[in-house]
Structures are given as structure tokens and as C-alpha cells.
């Protein structure tokens, strides 16, 4: 059993920074990569970042590439998202999700390979 809890959503303006904290318990967070997605109203949910199991590769989207970027502490069974200089248009729910397949070696990017999902933390940036 995966449960994941994300922390760390507000409202903050445009060109502010923000962290999103997700926390794992119930399986060997050390083993598994790492991802985070996010979902505006009225879109389908889409990939922001992954990280590797042991946090030597990531992958971003091109629309945050540059502002955010993704961390983890595997003593910590926690991963993060750093926002940076962010935009109206990172409005959305974003969501933490931990991959099915243990120690991958490249970072996973699509919203099959994670079968378990947080509950989503709401980030709105206001203009």
C-alpha cells in the first residue's frame, strides 16, 4: 500500500516562487522514481517533472523547464517541487505520483507508468 500527501499549495502572484512537498509511507520510496503532474479546469491532467529513484536523472515539461525542478530526499521518503518565476497559466491542482517499477533507470513521464496518486494540492497565481 502507497499513500502520498502533497503540501504546500496557495495562492501566490505572478513571478512568485512556491515548494510543493510530497510524502510517501507503505513501500521503499528509495526504489521508486518519482513524478509530479498537474490539472487545470477543463484540461486533462499533464506531466510537470519525474525524478529517478536515486535522483540522478530528471525530466521536465517544456512549459516549466527553467522554473521548476524537482528534488527528492529519499531519508526523508519526500519528494519536492521547487516553482519559480511562476505564470497564470501554472494555475492548476498538482498532484505527486510514485512509479510502478522499481530502480528505472531513465525518469518516467506518462501517467501510466504511476499507479499511485496523492490526493492533489490547488496552486492558483493570480496576475
Known amino acids: 500500500q502507497v499513500t502520498l500527501v502533497e503540501s504546500g499549495g496557495g495562492l501566490v502572484q505572478a513571478g512568485d516562487s512556491l515548494s510543493l512537498s510530497c510524502a510517501d509511507s507503505g513501500r521503499a520510496f528509495t526504489s521508486y522514481a518519482m513524478g509530479w503532474f498537474r490539472q487545470a479546469p477543463g484540461k486533462d491532467r499533464e506531466f510537470v517533472a519525474s525524478?529517478?529513484?536515486?535522483?540522478?536523472?530528471?525530466s521536465y515539461a517544456d512549459s516549466v523547464k527553467g522554473r521548476f525542478t524537482i528534488s527528492r530526499d529519499n531519508a526523508k521518503s519526500t519528494v519536492y517541487l521547487q516553482m519559480d518565476t511562476l505564470k497564470p497559466e501554472d494555475t492548476a491542482v498538482y498532484y505527486c505520483?510514485?512509479?510502478?517499477?522499481?530502480?528505472?533507470?531513465?525518469?518516467?513521464?506518462?501517467?501510466?507508468?504511476?499507479?499511485?496518486w496523492g490526493q492533489g494540492t490547488q496552486v492558483t497565481v493570480s496576475s
Open positions: 505520483a510514485a512509479d510502478r517499477l522499481s530502480q528505472r533507470t531513465y525518469p518516467p513521464i506518462r501517467p501510466t507508468d504511476f499507479p499511485f
Open positions: 525524478i529517478t529513484w536515486a535522483g540522478q536523472r530528471t
